[in-house]
């Protein structure tokens, strides 16, 4: 048997009066999600049947709303953000500034150095994918791949070009072409 819901007369009117005054769905659903298990004694998953919402949301729903956290609420905090960065955009564009300028004199742009210097900026070791991302964050891509392997001989290449026969004899029995002549 599960343990009754937890609440106290203050939090049930509340949550009475925010059912009353809900704008939303999602503020109707979290105020019902307190008032049901104390006036009407359902389970949680009861609850969430009637709400129609998970166990496990309602269970949150109700431990937000009894913490004060109201869904909707202007300073409800939002899903998203950066809320691990190493560093602010303005500086990530600051750390960046070199690199990019270097890159548009016509260097290279090689990740692992700017790897080296994020670590020794954060003074800490961060993951490749790190500094792929930041790059990402701020436009960078490879514009065009290359055209030719820079280790390719252009004229050996004409040569084969000119050399190579057109046809392979074929051989008159098989209707194959013969790959020990010629």
Avoid at 30 to 35: E, K, N, P, S, Y
Avoid at 58 to 72: K, N, P
Avoid at 151 to 164: G, I, L, T, V, Y
Wanted: hydrophobic share 40%; charged share 25%.
């Amino acid at each position: 048997m599960s343990r009754p819901a937890s609440g106290n007369e203050d939090v049930l009117r509340n949550a009475r009066q925010a059912i009353a005054s809900a704008t939303t769905v999602e503020q109707l659903r979290q105020a019902q999600a307190v008032v049901l298990p104390l006036d009407y004694a359902l389970s949680l998953t009861d609850t969430a049947d009637v709400i129609g919402v998970s166990p496990g949301w309602a269970c949150q729903l109700r431990r937000r709303f009894m913490s004060g956290q109201i869904v909707g609420a202007a300073d409800a905090p939002r899903p998203g953000g950066r809320k691990r960065q190493n560093m602010s955009l303005q500086e990530e564009r600051e750390f960046l500034a070199p690199f990019l300028a270097q890159a548009a004199e016509g260097g290279v742009l090689v990740a692992a150095q700017i790897k080296a210097a994020l670590d020794k900026r954060l003074g800490r070791e961060v993951a490749l994918a790190s500094a792929y991302n930041l790059l990402h964050r701020h436009g960078w891509r490879k514009l065009a791949p290359d055209k030719r392997h820079p280790q390719s001989d252009p004229a050996a290449q004409q040569e084969w070009k000119k050399n190579f026969p057109k046809r392979l004899p074929v051989s008159v029995k098989t209707g194959r072409r013969d790959k020990t002549s010629g």
